[in-house]
């Protein structure tokens, strides 16, 4: 059974990207839609949502010993994102169906941590941030967007510095203090067996760097949070957890770089929010950098995404993306504002009805992908709304709904229905169906 990505093979021999060339083969999966996307740079600029809290975040860790990265381009190679990490050969996110690829050997950065490895190589500081958009191939709603925006941060220290743990407890008391309420079960005893703590640190070294680490997010996390909630309230939002301090607890995690890992999630709105990832690099990661033995360290990724939805009220993660003033007008530099709804443009629905060929099994999944690959953004939704089996000839029929809605403008019939003839068309040519 092959899924529609690897029946269609509409890649040109070559595609261009920031100034290189990569030629297509059977691993070229990304559509043109998906390519747009990287030339939008939204966390560069800083009149944009993403821009702003990038903005905060630094603003907030000037001083500290870290350098800002956030010009990265988004195709790295599979070494950059799975090989120098540590990632098993058969891990789900090196598949065709969880990432783009340009080619069998470049793809579109799925994690900030693609780039730890060079700024473990470059960095002069202690530590770095690094910015970027990144890219999954995941369903699309509310909160899920194939493309999005993470902040890498790092930090090392070396074990041939006199008295390291001496070191580390004065940079854990140089973090401001903050009022959060932490739930922390592993805070003085940071590993376990399922959780273990690398052979070259000592304990020591392991629960003082951890607890920079978590600090260090904690921090981070009232920050942004403090502000958010001062957001809602001007909005007028009454809810009493808005008065209480903020909670945060921290789970265990696993990555294949980093151990002992954590997630630390937030309470919001009755929920908890998982909004970073982290842990203790793994010294085969520094030393795949070409650092002396002598380095240890933590590095953690923060989604922006979800967390700029809170802080400025946005209810659609697609909204980040809209090229409409009404949306860019609303927001500045350095201010959180929040986000005053503006009407929608009216969506076209199309249905298609059809007789499924025999030994052709069809996922909705497939007809997502055709729908998108000709619709790009202008799909809101895919539904499967019929399903029966004829009762004479045991053929089964299927009609699927789909919502065809943009951002920025009205749509036109006329363009509505050229797409809807090409997703047709694949329809027929890849799955042999029978329009009806
Ligand atoms: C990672 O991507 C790791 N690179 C994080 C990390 C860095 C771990 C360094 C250890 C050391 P994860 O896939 O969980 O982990 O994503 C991190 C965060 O990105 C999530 O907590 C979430 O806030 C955000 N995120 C993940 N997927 C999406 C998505 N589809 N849309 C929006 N935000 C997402
Ligand atoms: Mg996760």
Same mark, same amino acid.
């Given at each position: 059974f092959q899924a529609y990505s690897q029946r269609n093979q509409k890649y040109p021999e070559q595609i261009e990207l920031d100034g290189k060339s990569y030629k297509t083969d059977e691993w070229t999966n990304i559509p043109q839609f998906i390519l747009e996307l990287t030339k939008r740079q939204l966390h560069q600029n800083p009149n944009h949502p993403i821009g702003i809290l990038r903005d905060l975040i630094e603003e907030n860790f000037k001083g500290m010993g870290y350098e800002f990265y956030y010009d990265? /381009? #988004? !195709?790295? *190679? *599979?070494?950059?994102?799975?090989?120098?990490? $540590?990632?098993p050969q058969d891990h789900p996110g090196r598949s065709k169906s969880d990432t783009y690829y340009l080619n069998k050997? &470049?793809?579109?950065? *799925?994690?900030?941590? @693609? &780039?730890? &490895?060079?700024?473990?190589?470059?960095? /002069? !500081? #202690? $530590?770095?941030?690094? *910015? @970027?958009?990144?890219?999954? /191939?995941?369903?699309?709603d509310r909160t899920h967007y194939p493309a999005f925006h993470q902040m890498e941060g790092a930090r090392l220290w070396s074990q041939n510095t006199p008295n390291v743990e001496e070191q580390i407890k004065r940079d854990i008391e140089s973090i401001p203090k903050t009022n959060i309420i932490v739930e922390d079960p592993f805070r003085d005893q940071p590993f376990n067996l399922e959780n273990p703590k690398q052979e070259y640190m000592t304990d020591e070294q392991c629960r003082l760097t951890s607890i920079h680490l978590k600090k260090t997010l904690e921090y981070l996390v009232n920050q942004v949070f403090e502000k958010a909630r001062e957001s809602a309230k001007l909005a007028g939002s009454t809810e009493e957890y808005l008065n209480e #301090? =903020?909670? +945060?607890?921290?789970v265990e995690a696993y990555f294949p770089w !980093? !151990? #002992?890992?954590?997630?630390?999630?937030?309470?919001? /709105? $009755?929920?908890? =929010?998982e909004c970073c990832g982290c842990g203790l690099v793994k010294q085969q990661v520094l030393t795949n950098a070409e650092l002396e033995n002598d380095k240890f360290g933590w590095a953690f990724g923060v989604g922006l995404d979800r967390i700029a939805m809170l802080l400025f009220g946005i209810p659609d993660i697609r909204l980040f993306w809209t090229l409409d003033e009404r949306f860019a007008n609303q927001f500045q530099k350095g201010k959180i504002s929040t986000f005053q709804p503006y009407s929608k443009f009216p969506g076209i629905k199309r249905d298609c009805s059809f007789w499924l060929a025999n030994e052709s099994p069809?996922? +909705?999944?497939? +007809?997502?992908?055709?729908?998108?690959? &000709?619709?790009?953004d202008l799909v809101e939704n895919v539904v499967n709304i019929d399903e029966f089996i004829h009762p004479k000839t045991g053929r089964k029929s299927q009609c699927y709904r789909i919502n065809y809605q943009s951002m920025d403008r009205n749509l036109t019939n006329d363009e509505i229905n050229a797409i809807h003839q090409k997703v047709e068309d694949d329809l027929v040519k890849y799955f042999q169906v029978e329009i009806r």
């Open positions: 990265f /381009k #988004p !195709t790295v *190679t *599979t070494y950059q994102n799975f090989d120098v990490l $540590g990632f050997e &470049h793809l579109l950065r *799925t994690h900030t941590s @693609a &780039h730890e &490895h060079e700024c473990f190589q470059q960095s /002069k !500081t #202690p $530590g770095y941030f690094i *910015t @970027a958009d990144v890219y999954r /191939k995941d369903e699309v #301090p =903020l909670k +945060v607890r921290w !980093t !151990t #002992p890992s954590w997630e630390i999630e937030v309470w919001w /709105k $009755g929920e908890w =929010l069809l996922h +909705v999944n497939d +007809v997502m992908e055709i729908v998108r690959q &000709h619709g790009g």
